[in-house]
């Protein structure tokens, strides 16, 4: 029998890929094991803040389609707001399939094992061993990074993340067209019900997208679509659409078990306000990695520091990012007015963005004056 890899990390995305490159440069015997082919298309804005640059030991720019330099905001298409981000190129557009792509390149340049067609069907506890198994046989590790995504439910047999996950619903729609306003990224509140829409500009078109936090269906999906787009230019029935649900943030929760971690979207991180899902995967990845290096070298408290970490750098901002969410979606025209169009609102959306600032820099405030309003 094979000898055990040191980790199998289970799924090739941002989360999983980002842990890989971090334990394979680290010396370790790392196997990624993806249940599609690789690079692997999937929704997404590819809006990420260029801070995430400082996790990785290599250039991430040839996965940046796209600087953002502005953000326009409209209620309804109309009653624009626009941001200019600060700081030199803050905001990037990745093209989600070559980030994930350079991180594996990366992962097995450093002597990473890349199976791919390798769906992992169960997890089992041998002794001092992780056993995963699918349709193309079993493998052993000591330890296991559960990577596996929104749909993933290898986490809650082994009560790891939210028990109860929350999704948001979400319609990507990429169109090929010529660009305007390339350095622009739009988003507009109004149009969706409990959410909002966006459009990234990349190279050769637009990511396109809408997302509602508050129930399961943006049923209006078809109809904003047909007002948005052609508010960019665009026909009304353009580009390629792909609905998928999103798992959010909703609560602590304890992200490690004995030699097992959870991470990325599979860990519930994604934020429940902005859909901002890639620096939290990216981030978690990362940390995972120092820990379980920590743990394989033999120290058994390391795992629970990546829990406490997770907490600390990305979870309490986002239990603000949540309660935000639950009072402007509901009213979201006051949120508009109040919390939008305010003189510094802009800049502060655009710090959160650009990863400057988290939700509880501002969230009190915030909320004092949607509540205040309501009443
Ligand atoms: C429409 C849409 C737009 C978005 N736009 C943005 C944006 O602009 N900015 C942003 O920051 N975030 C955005 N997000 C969120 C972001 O895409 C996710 O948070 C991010 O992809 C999470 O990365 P991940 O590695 O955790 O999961 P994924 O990227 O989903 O990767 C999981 C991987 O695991 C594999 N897998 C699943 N099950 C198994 C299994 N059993 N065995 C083996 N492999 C498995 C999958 O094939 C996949 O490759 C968006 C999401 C959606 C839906």
Redesign the pocket.
């Known amino acids: 029998m094979q000898p055990p890899f040191d980790v199998a990390v289970?799924?090739?995305?941002?989360?999983?890929?980002?842990c890989a490159v971090h334990l394979a440069l680290a010396g370790f015997n790392v196997v990624v094991?993806?249940?599609?082919p690789?690079p692997?298309s999937?929704?997404?804005?590819?809006?990420?803040?260029a801070s995430v640059q400082q996790w990785f030991p290599f250039a991430l720019s040839p996965a940046v389609d796209q600087v953002i330099r502005r953000v326009r905001f409209t209620w309804c298409l109309e009653d624009p707001v626009v941001a200019e981000l600060p700081g030199e190129a803050p905001f990037w557009?990745v093209q989600?399939q070559r980030l994930?792509a350079h991180l594996l390149q990366h992962a097995t340049a450093a002597g990473a094992e890349l199976r791919q067609n390798?769906?992992?069907?169960a997890l089992q506890r041998l002794g001092t061993l992780w056993e995963l198994q699918?349709p193309a046989g079993s493998l052993r590790a000591r330890a296991v990074v559960i990577?596996?995504?929104?749909?993933?439910?290898?986490g809650a047999p082994l009560a790891l993340g939210s028990p109860r996950p929350r999704y948001?619903s979400?319609?990507?729609v990429e169109v090929s067209a010529p660009v305007q306003e390339s350095e622009t990224a739009r988003f507009d509140f109004g149009l969706v019900h409990h959410g909002f829409c966006?459009s990234?500009p990349r190279q050769g078109g637009y990511?396109i997208?809408?997302?509602t936090f508050i129930g399961r269906e943006p049923a209006d999906g078809q109809t904003v679509l047909e007002q948005l787009l052609p508010d960019l230019g665009l026909e009304a029935d353009s580009g390629v659409r792909?609905s998928?649900?999103?798992?959010i943030w909703d609560g602590h929760h304890r992200l490690h078990g004995d030699g097992v971690v959870v991470?990325?979207?599979?860990?519930s991180?994604?934020?429940p306000f902005?859909?901002?899902?890639?620096?939290?995967?990216l981030l978690?990845?990362t940390a995972a990695a120092a820990s379980l290096g920590q743990w394989l070298r033999g120290d058994g408290q390391a795992l629970a520091l990546y829990s406490a970490r997770m907490r600390r750098e990305w979870g309490e901002s986002m239990a603000w990012g949540k309660r935000i969410a639950q009072v402007f979606y509901r009213v979201p025209r006051i949120g508009y007015q109040l919390g939008i169009k305010r003189p510094t609102a802009p800049q502060r959306i655009a710090q959160i963005l650009s990863g400057q600032m988290g939700y509880g820099d501002i969230a009190q405030r915030v909320i004092k004056r949607l509540l205040f309003q309501q009443g």
């Open positions: 289970v799924g090739g995305g941002a989360a999983g890929a980002s094991l993806e249940q599609g690789s692997r999937k929704p997404c804005g590819g809006g990420m803040a557009i989600r994930d390798w769906p992992v069907h699918g990577a596996a995504g929104s749909s993933s439910a290898l948001a979400t319609i990507a966006w990234f990511s997208g809408l997302g792909t998928c649900a999103l798992r991470v990325g979207d599979a860990a991180l994604c934020d902005l859909a901002e899902g890639i620096r939290p995967a978690s990845g």
